[in-house]
């Protein structure tokens, strides 16, 4: 069988190590395990997201309102917009797929940072795109302006605050790149930690409705999976101008979000309480390991986001070394050794999930 | 911007209209409806399986195990090949998409039947790909075959049981046919309604151990949409050669499939009396319908399905004014204008939702 020769060239998504996975190989009894390793909701899912959830399981068997009316509605009150600037994704991965489908053929080329979310260079990479990185580890817009006007790109991710690196770009900065970029080049700008960001840092918001009123070439992507912990139920979104979301309805399977998925998400939106409280923990915790890292002199990059990722070249273990000593134990981390980096990336969990690892940290390092 | 050329033309995907849209335009109360548009399980879903999820709901806020072992070993015992044959898909149609990209580029030939699922050409078409159809209503395999020597295409689309018509081929056609074809051409066997035919009549029955087993060109595709139940939780499969399974797997997005879908599907897998139960059912209630057609002298298709397609020609009512006639009293059927077809499609329900139904249309046509 001849496959499309992209294919054969294609780099595969390594995601963080499940529980299962520790059960299975170490015999560790899952409720003991500690997964720090994918920057899910510690907290897990507020409960009334639950109480709706159990509320409707008889809602099962029905495929989904394919027009997604109730939920592009709750997303376009709860960020300004109309619900026809809207898209639904089975998680916001899907709307970088829309958006790598929807400009990109063979030969483009897609701009990004040295070092991000690796789904963008596999979606991009399945269109037969060229990726272009920058060389610098955390944003550096002046040498991703210089690479835009040498390549002039089809299409430029910005995850800010980014992943896998916690760094975040003020507004002002992103602003002043984008007014530099030409309307033809569409701009992905995934937010999906914008929420931590923001907590840090008022000036690194990016809030959708100004961005896309301002930018009509900018998509702003999010995700109920982080804040709203709902990780497990692949629900995402992308906000952009009509002309936009119209081309990536184009590209956009039926159905493409499940039905208690949809359900989940808009109680998620109402309970603001849950949502808060998760920021202010997250906020509380961060400097715990900040000091840590401190203490031992390892180098970290100052996040804004629910995780941080310490630089281990100077440390008593590679990163390799940390990552499957813990996993043993039943502590999952994120290794960052796929992203080229000795580093760790650890997601902040709640108190009691911190204290334990840390005093295994300050064991080991 | 400039979208990708293919994007001008794509037609989009036009779903059965949901049980949300009959109560905000006809201010009809939601159980008041009878949704028979979309071959959803009239019967819901297991008790089994609405245990397991509410037991599951703090899974919601982590990612799936994306290896998905678990549900790929149900799937693959429950089917006799290995967990390397198996894929799972966000519905079955995922793995039409995985089909379509991991063979066509632009100018490619895809062969299906006249009158088949429309998101086949959708998908072809989005890779640029150009579609050939019978011009036969039911499949037609020496047409198929003649139109397969003339275009030589690279991927052939085989719906059966056949949505939206019901007809069904038998096995030992569908293997002369396949005997004939090239083993570069992939041959998709979509096995979506396999369960409902297999009971009418066995010798339509395609296992997907024995089909791939002869023929590694050939993925089969099954859902948990039709008699699992569980249209609205966004689960399918393909099975196909490993070398088929691995080509697709590097198209897969990660974190294809919702926490709760495949622990609902898994067990869905095990409750094996509630899909012997509403198979009996369905082909209790279907001559009813057939009946009715019957006595008014309407023609239909033998269907091998859980719905009924009744041709309109000759009635009192076009398709358009039966589906606008019945939407407003709260019935919701699927009218096959789209398709080409002055036809009815209806979901053979539960007994007292045909009941009904039954004297609504004996009344109207």
């Known amino acids: 069988m001849r496959f499309q020769s992209v294919l054969d060239t294609l780099p595969i998504y390594?995601?963080?190590?499940?529980?299962?996975?520790?059960?299975?190989?170490?015999?560790?009894?899952?409720?003991?395990?500690?997964?720090?390793?994918?920057?899910?909701?510690?907290?897990?899912?507020?409960?009334?997201?639950?109480?709706?959830?159990?509320?409707?399981?008889?809602?099962?068997?029905?495929?989904?309102?394919?027009?997604?009316?109730?939920?592009?509605?709750?997303?376009?009150?709860?960020?300004?917009?109309?619900?026809?600037?809207?898209?639904?994704?089975?998680?916001?991965?899907?709307i970088f797929d829309f958006a790598t489908r929807s400009v990109l053929g063979p030969g483009d080329c897609v701009l990004q940072n040295g070092k991000t979310f690796s789904m963008y260079s596999i979606y991009s990479e399945q269109c037969g795109a060229k990726v272009v990185s920058t060389d610098s580890i955390e944003h550096d817009l002046n040498?991703?302006?210089?690479?835009?006007?040498?390549?002039?790109?089809?299409?430029?991710?910005?995850?800010?605050?980014c992943n896998p690196i916690g760094d975040a770009l003020k507004k002002n900065d992103v602003y002043s790149f984008l007014d530099k970029i030409s309307n033809e080049t569409l701009v992905v700008i995934d937010g999906a930690y914008m929420d931590f960001g923001r907590t840090r840092d008022r000036e690194t918001d990016i809030p959708p409705a100004e961005v896309i009123s301002k930018y009509p070439n900018v998509v702003y992507t999010g995700t109920f999976s982080k804040v709203h912990g709902l990780g497990g139920m692949r629900i995402g979104y992308g906000?952009?101008?009509?002309?936009?979301?119209?081309?990536?309805?184009?590209?956009?399977?039926?159905?493409?979000?499940?039905?208690?998925?949809?359900?989940?998400?808009?109680?998620?939106?109402?309970?603001?309480?849950?949502?808060?409280?998760?920021?202010?923990?997250?906020?509380?915790?961060?400097?715990?390991?900040?000091?840590?890292?401190?203490?031992?002199?390892?180098?970290?990059?100052?996040?804004?986001?629910?995780?941080?990722?310490?630089?281990?070249?100077?440390?008593?273990?590679?990163?390799?070394?940390?990552?499957?000593?813990?996993?043993?134990?039943g502590i999952i981390l994120r290794n960052l050794k796929s992203y080229g980096l000795n580093a760790i990336r650890i997601t902040i969990g709640r108190s009691d999930q911190n204290r334990i690892l840390l005093d295994r940290l300050k064991a080991l390092l």
């Open 14 to 94: 390594e995601a963080g190590k499940p529980i299962e996975l520790v059960v299975r190989e170490y015999g560790i009894s899952p409720d003991k395990v500690i997964k720090l390793a994918s920057n899910e909701n510690p907290f897990g899912v507020s409960s009334k997201v639950k109480e709706k959830v159990a509320r409707s399981l008889d809602k099962m068997p029905l495929y989904p309102d394919d027009t997604y009316r109730e939920l592009k509605e709750a997303l376009s009150q709860a960020y300004g917009v109309q619900p026809s600037n809207v898209i639904q994704g089975n998680g916001s991965d899907q």
């Open 143 to 161: 040498q991703l302006l210089d690479l835009y006007k040498r390549y002039r790109p089809k299409l430029i991710f910005i995850c800010t605050p």
């Open 239 to 329: 906000i952009a101008s009509e002309e936009i979301i119209r081309a990536f309805y184009k590209l956009r399977p039926p159905f493409n979000v499940s039905q208690l998925s949809q359900l989940a998400a808009i109680e998620a939106l109402k309970d603001t309480d849950f949502v808060d409280s998760y920021l202010r923990s997250n906020l509380d915790e961060l400097p715990n390991y900040e000091s840590f890292a401190d203490s031992k002199g390892l180098p970290y990059f100052k996040s804004y986001t629910n995780f941080i990722t310490i630089r281990l070249e100077d440390a008593k273990l590679s990163s390799r070394e940390l990552f499957e000593t813990l996993l043993r134990e």
